[in-house]
Nanobody, 116 residues
């Protein structure tokens, strides 16, 4: 069983930065995509950013030009660099990895709170 372990969440002031990391407990073969989702209280989970096996990335409009997704294939790790954070970025952030077969894995979530 593959476990995804997230880290890097916390409390930050508006305008600040955080870097989230998500590491798989073992190598995942035939990965199709690695991504980050978030869920704010009372809202549905939404896609924040995704990076595909070929390197293409996609971002939610609300985070474009502020967030950057990257990966280290050798470490089975995906990162989310979050800059210029806003109060509305407050949410639980979840890591997701999807294989070509369709199997997908989720992390336990990490809280990001943006507040003054």
């Amino acid at each position: 069983q593959v476990r995804l372990v997230e880290s890097g969440g916390g409390l930050v002031q508006p305008g600040g930065s955080l870097r989230l990391s998500c590491a798989a407990s073992r190598n995942i073969f035939s990965l199709y995509a690695m991504g980050w989702y978030r869920q704010a209280p009372g809202k549905q989970r939404e896609l924040v950013a995704v990076i595909f096996s070929g390197g293409m990335t996609n971002y939610a409009d609300s985070v474009k030009d502020r967030f950057t997704i990257s990966r280290d294939n050798a470490k089975n790790t995906v990162y989310l660099q979050m800059n210029s954070l806003k109060v509305e970025d407050t949410a639980v952030y979840y890591c997701n990895m999807v294989r070509v077969s369709g199997d997908d894995y989720w992390g336990q979530g990490t809280q990001v709170t943006v507040s003054s």
